[in-house]
């Protein structure tokens, strides 16, 4: 199976901040790589596929970038609802996600 | 509107067989640029791809869960359904299921996770 590792598995930031997690693939996965938000109780949202395509209502502070192994969720200007645990999951081969990112109140 | 709900039961036995429900609406199962995925998350840990189908009968497993696992599709009633066999305490989770979406983006095609339903609890004890 493809490991996806996420860093750092948690921060702390404040509203307005510039918002940077990283997800790496243990091999090569092209830019079949996806991001969800989850918030506590809830099912997660879909934020971004294919590495870089934003999901159709997801606001534009959200981007995701990289190709190959290494990619990139930032989150421009932290708004007090992006407070969350953050997912990448690869679709290359058969599907897993990261252990999570959680972001929180600083 | 597209939703999905989860249903089955809230508690099994070690060594029992569970078996999940996910039906779906707003969209055909038979549509081939649909899938369903169930993916579940125990208390305060991530989330884990159990396994998806599409309508072509296409099936993909996690490959740890693999022996354990079978999904099928009843199109007539917009069901998909998952069995998990020889239960045990670590299963205990929250079951989603989800509607992967095919989409083709530069001539090749890309899976997402694009519809989720609200989840399902699951407890597997004594």
């Known amino acids: 199976d493809i490991q996806m590792t996420q860093s750092p598995s948690s921060l702390s930031a404040s509203v307005g901040d510039r918002v940077t997690v990283t997800c790496r693939a243990s091999q090569t996965i092209s830019s079949y790589l996806n991001w969800y938000q989850q918030k506590p109780g809830k099912a997660p949202k879909l934020l971004i596929y294919?590495?870089?395509s934003l999901q159709s209502g997801v606001p534009s502070r959200f981007s995701g970038s990289g190709s190959g192994t290494d990619f990139t969720l930032t989150i421009s200007s932290l708004q007090p609802e992006d407070f969350a645990t953050y997912y990448c999951q690869q679709s290359y081969t058969t599907e897993t996600f990261g252990q999570g990112t959680k972001v929180e109140i600083k | 509107q597209v939703t999905l709900k989860e249903s089955g039961p809230v508690l099994v036995k070690p060594t029992e067989t569970l078996t999940l429900t996910c039906t779906v609406s707003?969209?055909?199962?038979?549509?081939?640029?649909?899938?369903v995925s169930w993916i579940r998350q125990p208390p305060g840990k991530a989330l884990e791809f159990l396994a998806h189908?599409?309508?072509?009968?296409?099936?993909s497993y996690s490959t740890s869960l693999k022996s354990r696992l079978t999904i099928s599709t009843d199109t007539s009633k917009s069901q998909v359904v998952l069995t998990m066999t020889n239960m045990d305490p670590v299963d205990t989770a929250t079951y989603y299921c989800?509607?992967?979406?095919?989409?083709?983006?530069?001539?090749?095609?890309?899976?997402?996770?694009?519809?989720w339903g609200n989840g399902t609890t699951v407890t597997v004890s004594s």
């Open positions: 189908i599409f309508s072509n009968d296409e099936k």
């Open positions: 294919a590495a870089s």
């Open positions: 989800a509607r992967i979406w095919r989409a083709t983006i530069w001539g090749y095609y890309y899976y997402y996770m694009d519809v």
């Open positions: 707003g969209f055909s199962l038979s549509n081939a640029r649909v899938g």
